[in-house]
C-alpha cells in the first residue's frame, strides 16, 4: 500500500491510500490547506483545530450542495427518461397506426385497379 507524505497548515502528515490513489490524495490535501490558510487569512489566530473543525465543515457544506445538486439532476434526468420512454411508445403506435392505414388505402387502391381492369 503506498505512503505518501502531506502538508496541511505547515504540518506534515504521513497517509497510507490505495494504488494510484497518491495525486488525488494530494489534491485533497492541497485542498483543506487552502481553506485553513483561508481561514486563518480571514480570522486570523483562533487556534489551529477550530481553524481544521472550519475548513472541515465547509468542505462538508459544499459536498452537501453537491450530493443536492446531483440528487436534483438524477430526477431531472429520471423524467426526462421517462418522457423518452413515452415518445418511443408514442412513436411505435403512431406507426403501427400509419402502417394499418397504409395498408387499408392499397387494400382501396387495389379493389379500384380491380375494378377498373374488369371494367375494360
Known amino acids: 500500500m503506498p505512503q505518501i507524505v502531506v502538508t496541511i497548515d505547515g504540518r506534515t502528515y504521513r497517509m497510507a491510500c490505495a494504488e494510484g490513489e497518491e495525486d488525488h490524495l494530494v489534491g485533497l490535501a ?57 415518445a418511443s411508445r408514442s412513436a411505435a403506435s403512431g406507426r403501427e397506426v400509419l402502417v394499418e392505414t397504409m395498408n387499408g388505402v392499397s387494400e382501396q387502391i387495389e379493389r379500384i385497379a380491380a375494378r377498373l381492369e374488369r371494367g375494360r
Request: aromatic fraction near 2%; charged fraction near 35%.
Open 30 to 86: 492541497a485542498d483543506v490547506d487552502a481553506r485553513v490558510a483561508e481561514l486563518r487569512k480571514s480570522f486570523g489566530e483562533i487556534g489551529d483545530q477550530r481553524l481544521t473543525v472550519m475548513a472541515a465543515i465547509m468542505a462538508s457544506d459544499e459536498l452537501s450542495e453537491a450530493r443536492a445538486r446531483v440528487a436534483a439532476l438524477e430526477a431531472e434526468l429520471e423524467a426526462v427518461n421517462g418522457k423518452r420512454e413515452n
